[in-house]
Structures are given as structure tokens and as C-alpha cells.
């Protein structure tokens, strides 16, 4: 049970952040402050603190208007603190990261007279190493070509590049920057970025003669004094994959709350995903001993000689397990009786038996070169503290990142290796896997993938089970209005509390949903594009601020050719721009009085805030069922229905439920906001299901 006197620390922060901003309590954030406060405050714990019971989890779905985030803040914070515990707030997006360490904390701050401290955790990947701009601005480095593998082309580093990274390395010198990526108003590209950062397996560590002065270790030395962390999604499935308390506080010792919570399941089944690129493998492979002989040369090391001749026989066995599982992808993209063919999905997951043993082989033997690879870079890594005599410590540092480089790859070839090699647990769910063919430069190439249908069991093994407590939180947790769904896909116990706050907003007066008359089903896809275009030719003049959702690119460019012309130059597309350059570019527009149209896919059903004027209209397309070829969602279905379920009632429509919800939430985002939702789907009202999918969306008026 909370504490009384925690109790009454939570009443009165809240009292003051009211009062502070001259703002009266809303219903639903008030019930929310008690849901996770009842829950977090009453974990029970033995002498040295060790969570006792498993009534330590809450889930609460909270929309647009609740104060979310200021909600789940002023009930955490008072109890992570008086516990002795971390509170770590991992968002799916760095928007919202944005929001909490630029907004809603200083807020805190200021009004509720809650004293904390707070430090934003990310990974090393946002990061700059000097280390590798130090190199990249060598002259050596800086001139003609760079390439650490065959497996990479040669890449020239242009003159335009090197005077980037020197800038950078000028304003961190000057304390303009702190080194990361996400605080540059201009950050570099991909490409540039990729030779300036680094990752677990390239970073020496203490070792590294720029230590003092890292980036990701001071921000790492301000994380470890906070009494909140802000992380994202990918960073506490890293943490947890390394055994937890590696990257982030140890999961026993913290408060976890996941907002955008909706995610964590995709999230992590991205995590725990694997793919191989066989010929790009093959290229990496074969420069991977002459690679080791040139550094073997520079050296005066027996041990790097003897190495070189131990690696020989491994290499050339790895070599020729790739070839074999080569010669099976080919075989299968390119079968006489079909033709070439994009890509292959294992029914159900299992793959032939004919896989097995090259892909058994292949995960033996990258991890035999492993083995001797980490014992290399244990030794360089004494090189770097100047303790070997026949290996310089500057040899040591240009060499080590290029060994994490190829060790990380290795790795990488043996997990997915090695998920190729087993056929999956009897009873457990299974894992989808395929083939992909590609076309590249460097001519075709076969990547072989894998990912789990459900990563239920592992996050509750590394997560659920180990945490002290968590909330999960979003503005869309339900499906269908059922918690059945998240607590499937997180592996949440059935006992999960779980809330469903009302809304402030007055959804009926406020906005109407309308699905009109079609002639197409979206079945037939060429007439119901033609006749969406045909809808907007005729709808847009008359609508100043809209959002149109597709579900293809195939539709979104068709609509967007069959278009007025007099319509085309009011619409921005995505793909013409970023997201937020082209959210940018829509509030220019109307502010200056101008229509403006924004056209896109699923990433613009959620993150999208265009309050009042800024948008009235959002017309979807149709309704966002997942694609059907999707190899995990196809083995999923599969799935359910070998085990007497019917897929499409139990997943299909649940996900394309819980979609909808979040396109429909971008329309009112203040109570004050009005506007129109156009479903150009009539399956909503002409299928069984469809009834089920309009009962869970907002009560707006509805026109039929």
C-alpha cells in the first residue's frame, strides 16, 4: 500500500504544479497519478531493498489532453527517490525525448518543487569518437581511399567531408558542442557520421588515449549521478541483451516507464532480429587473413605470425560453409519453374533440413574465429595501456576499431547462423525466416533473415522479471478496446492491472467521422485509387489545412500523379523531404493564409501535433492492414491458425484496430481543436468486423 506520507508528497507537488501555472486538475490526469502511484508505491521489498511479489507492473492507455507525461513524472519521481531507486523514462522516439528533457522536466522543475536531477542516455551510435575523426583528418587517412574490408567498396573521403568533421572537431574543441549528433543544427549525413562514430565492440574504452575527453563517457559519468534517466526503446533492449545494468542501472535497482509503449514489442522483435548478406559476407571473409597478415607485417609480434597460420584452415572452412548456403539461396531465388523470385518466406518458420548443416557450419566456424579474434583484441588492448613491446600503442589504436569492425560483423554472421541452423523449440513460438534477393552495384546479392514472431517470453524473462517495477503507457494501448492484445505481445502477466482513461475532449461536438459512398472496394485497387484521386479532386479545394493517409507508396504516387494540377502544388509528399522540414513547410503555409495538403504513409499516422488551424481535415485512404506478404506477420498467422485460431479475427484486425486509432488521434489534438475524419474504406460499414473496429475509435458523429 503507498506510504501515507508519499502520498501526500505527490498531492502536494501536484498542488503546486496546478497552482504554479494557474491550471485546474484534469479528471484523467488525477486518475492516472493514482494508478501508477498505487501500483509503483506499493511493491513490497525485503531488507536489502530485492522486490518481493509480482505486483510490480501497470499499464495505462492515456490520450492526447490527459498531461501523460507530467502524470506518470509526479507519481514516479517520489517514490524512485524515497526507494533508493532509478527511474529510467524510455520514449520510442527522440521527439518526445525532446519534449521531456526541453519541456516537460524543466516544468517539473520550476513548479511542483520536486528537486531531481536528470541526464538523457543514448547510445554511442549518437556520438562522435575523436578517435575516428582524428584518423579520418590524418593525411593518410584523408587522402585517396578508405575501405576497412573488401566487403565495403572503397569509398574516397572528399575534401568537402574532411572540412565537416574539421569544423566539428573545432566546435567540441570550443565547447560549442557536446559531441552529439541530435544537438547539430545541421548534422552530417549518414554516410559522413558513420566514419565519425563508433560502437561497443571498436571503442577501446579506457584505454583510448581521448578517454577524458569523450563525449559518450562524460555523458555517461553525468547518467550515473541522475536520479532520471531519459532513454529510448532500442538503448533498454540493448542494456537488457547484454544482461542488464551494462549500459543503463541495473533492472533490479529501477522504475522502468515506457512511454509510446505501443512500440516496445516491434521494438524488440527489430532487437532480436538477424540478417546476412552471403556474397558481401564472402567478400569479408576472403580479405579478413590478408587484412591480419598486413598488420601482422607492421608489427614485430610472434603471436600475430602464429595467428595468421592458426586462422588459415577456420577462414577457408567459413568460406566454404558461406559458399554452400550461397549456392541454397540461389538456388531457391532462382528456381527453373518459377523463375526469379524477390524473396522466399519458410512456411511456418522451418526452414529445409537441407539448411542446416552449412548453416550449423557456419556458425561453428565464425565462432572458432571469434575465439582467436577476442584474444587479439584483449591483447591490443594491453598494447594500448603501453604494456607490450612488439606491438605499438599508435599500431594498436588505428588497428582496434578496424578488429571491433570485423568482430561485430562475426558476430552478427553467427546469430543469424545459427538461428538457420535450429529448427525452433516444440510449442514455442516460432521464429519467421527468408530470403531476400538484391541487386547492388558489386552485382546480385542473397540476404538471409530471421526474426521472432513473439518476443513475449523474452521480455518477460529479461525484463518484466527482473525490474523493481515498471508502467507501460501510450495514447494507444487497446485493441478494439481490449488490453488482451499488449499483454499477449509483451508478455505481461494476466494480472497487469491495466486503465483506460476517458478523454478530455468532447469527441462528438468536436468532429465528425465520415465514410462516404465508394463504387471500389479497396480490394480492387487500381478503381479505388483512381477513385480516391477522384475524391480529392474534388474535396481539397475546399479544405484549407488537410492529412491524407495511404497505406502503399503505389496509391500515394498514383493519387498524387492523377491529381489537378492546380491541387499538386498545395501537396507535399513524404519522400520530397524530412518529416519535420515537411511539417515545417505545412505551418509556413498556413500562416500565410495558403492551403497546404500533406500526403503519407504510416509514419505520419502517429508523432503528427498540428493543433487548431494547422489541420482540420485527415482523409484515410483505407484501412492500415498490414501488408500480406510480410514474412513475420505471414508466419505469425500461421501461426495462430495451426493451433486452431483464426488469424485475421485474433491479429489481422486487432493491429489494423489499434492503427486507425492512432491515424483518427491526429485530428484533435486541444480541447479546442475541430476538424473532420474521412475514412474512404466502406469495409468499415459493409464487413462483420467493421463494426467492431468504428466502436473502438473516439465517439465522434458519425456520416454514413
Not at 566539428?168 to 554516410?191: T, V
Request: glycine share 8%.
Amino acid at each position: 500500500m503507498l506510504e501515507a506520507s508519499l502520498k501526500k508528497e505527490i498531492q502536494t507537488a501536484y498542488s503546486r504544479f496546478l497552482d504554479s501555472r494557474g491550471l485546474k486538475a484534469r479528471p484523467a490526469q488525477k486518475q492516472m497519478i493514482a494508478a501508477v502511484a498505487r501500483v509503483l508505491g506499493s511493491i513490497r521489498a525485503d531488507e536489502k531493498g530485492k522486490r518481493l511479489g509480482d505486483s510490480h507492473l501497470v499499464a495505462v492507455e492515456a490520450g492526447t489532453g490527459t498531461g501523460k507525461t507530467i502524470a506518470y513524472l509526479l507519481a514516479a519521481l517520489p517514490i524512485a527517490k524515497q526507494r533508493g531507486l532509478k527511474l529510467i523514462v524510455s520514449t520510442a522516439t527522440v521527439a518526445l525525448q525532446e519534449q521531456l528533457t526541453d519541456k516537460d522536466l524543466p516544468e517539473l522543475e520550476s513548479h511542483a518543487g520536486l528537486s531531481f536531477s536528470y541526464s538523457l542516455a543514448k547510445g554511442r551510435g549518437r556520438y562522435l569518437c575523436l578517435n575516428k575523426a582524428e584518423q579520418l583528418l590524418d593525411d593518410k587517412m584523408s587522402q585517396g581511399q578508405m575501405a576497412l574490408y573488401e566487403d565495403e567498396q572503397a569509398r574516397v573521403i572528399e575534401p568537402g567531408v574532411v572540412n565537416a568533421v574539421k569544423a566539428l572537431m573545432q566546435q567540441y574543441a570550443e565547447g560549442k558542442w557536446d559531441g552529439d549528433r541530435d544537438r547539430l543544427d545541421a548534422a552530417p549525413s549518414d554516410e559522413t557520421w558513420g566514419h565519425l562514430t563508433s560502437d561497443h565492440m571498436q571503442c577501446s574504452n579506457r584505454r583510448c588515449i581521448n578517454f577524458s575527453v569523450c563525449p559518450f563517457y562524460r555523458a555517461r559519468e553525468q547518467m550515473g549521478d541522475a536520479d532520471l534517466i531519459i532513454a529510448n526503446h532500442d538503448l533498454v533492449l540493448a542494456d537488457l541483451s547484454l544482461g542488464g545494468g551494462a549500459i543503463l542501472p541495473e533492472p533490479s535497482s529501477s522504475l522502468y516507464i515506457f512511454d509510446e509503449g505501443h512500440h516496445l514489442a516491434d521494438k524488440a522483435g527489430g532487437h532480436f532480429s538477424y540478417s546476412l548478406r552471403l556474397h558481401t559476407a564472402l567478400r569479408l571473409v576472403g580479405g579478413m587473413e590478408k587484412k591480419l597478415q598486413q598488420f601482422a607485417g607492421q608489427c614485430s609480434s610472434p603471436y600475430l605470425d602464429d595467428l595468421v597460420v592458426k586462422l588459415h584452415q577456420p577462414i577457408a572452412d567459413l568460406l566454404l560453409a558461406l559458399s554452400g548456403m550461397k549456392d541454397l539461396a540461389e538456388a531457391l531465388l532462382f528456381q527453373d519453374n518459377r523463375g526469379r523470385t524477390p524473396r522466399v518466406r519458410f512456411a511456418g518458420g522451418r526452414q529445409p533440413e537441407s539448411w542446416l548443416s552449412p548453416a550449423n557450419e557456419v556458425a561453428q566456424c565464425s565462432q572458432r574465429i571469434l575465439m582467436q579474434l577476442e584474444q587479439l583484441a584483449a591483447l591490443l588492448k594491453e598494447a594500448l595501456e603501453g604494456n607490450l613491446a612488439d606491438i605499438e600503442r599508435a599500431q594498436a589504436e588505428t588497428f582496434y576499431p578496424q578488429l571491433g569492425f570485423l568482430i561485430n560483423r562475426l558476430q552478427q554472421m553467427s546469430w543469424l547462423a545459427g538461428s538457420f541452423a535450429r529448427p525452433d523449440e516444440p510449442g514455442a513460438s516460432p521464429t519467421a525466416r527468408w530470403v531476400v534477393l538484391h541487386d547492388t552495384q558489386a552485382g546480385q546479392d542473397y540476404e538471409c533473415c530471421s526474426s521472432p514472431v513473439s518476443v513475449a517470453a523474452t521480455l518477460q524473462e529479461h525484463l518484466w522479471e527482473a525490474c523493481f517495477g515498471a508502467l507501460v503507457t501510450s495514447a494507444t494501448l487497446t485493441a478494439l478496446g481490449s488490453f488482451d492484445r499488449l499483454k499477449a505481445t509483451l508478455g505481461l502477466p494476466e494480472s497487469t492491472p491495466c486503465e483506460q482513461l476517458a478523454s478530455p475532449f468532447d469527441y462528438f461536438n468536436s468532429a465528425v467521422l465520415e465514410i462516404p459512398v465508394m463504387r471500389s472496394d479497396p480490394g480492387r485497387a487500381n478503381e479505388h485509387t483512381d477513385e480516391v484521386a477522384e475524391y480529392l479532386n474534388r474535396e481539397l479545394p475546399g479544405i484549407q489545412a488537410s492529412l491524407i493517409l495511404f497505406s502503399s507508396w503505389k496509391q500515394m504516387l498514383s493519387v498524387l500523379d492523377q491529381l489537378d494540377t492546380s491541387l499538386k502544388t498545395r501537396v507535399t509528399a513524404q519522400g520530397s523531404s524530412s518529416k519535420s522540414a515537411m511539417l515545417q513547410q505545412h505551418r509556413e503555409r498556413i500562416d500565410a493564409g495558403q492551403p497546404s495538403s500533406l500526403f503519407g504513409l504510416a509514419s505520419f499516422a502517429e508523432g503528427v501535433d498540428l493543433p487548431g488551424a494547422y489541420l482540420t481535415d485527415v482523409i484515410i485512404t483505407k484501412l492500415p492492414f498490414s501488408v500480406p506478404d510480410d514474412p513475420v506477420d505471414a508466419t505469425m498467422a500461421e501461426w495462430i491458425e495451426q493451433q486452431g485460431g483464426n488469424a485475421f479475427i485474433e491479429w489481422t484486425v486487432p493491429a489494423a484496430s489499434m492503427r486507425l486509432t492512432q491515424a483518427v488521434g491526429r485530428l484533435l489534438r486541444t480541447e479546442k481543436d475541430r476538424g473532420r475524419v474521412v475514412i474512404l474504406d466502406r469495409r468499415l460499414v459493409g464487413k462483420f468486423y467493421g463494426r467492431q473496429i468504428l466502436n473502438a475509435l473516439p465517439p465522434f458523429r458519425q456520416v454514413f
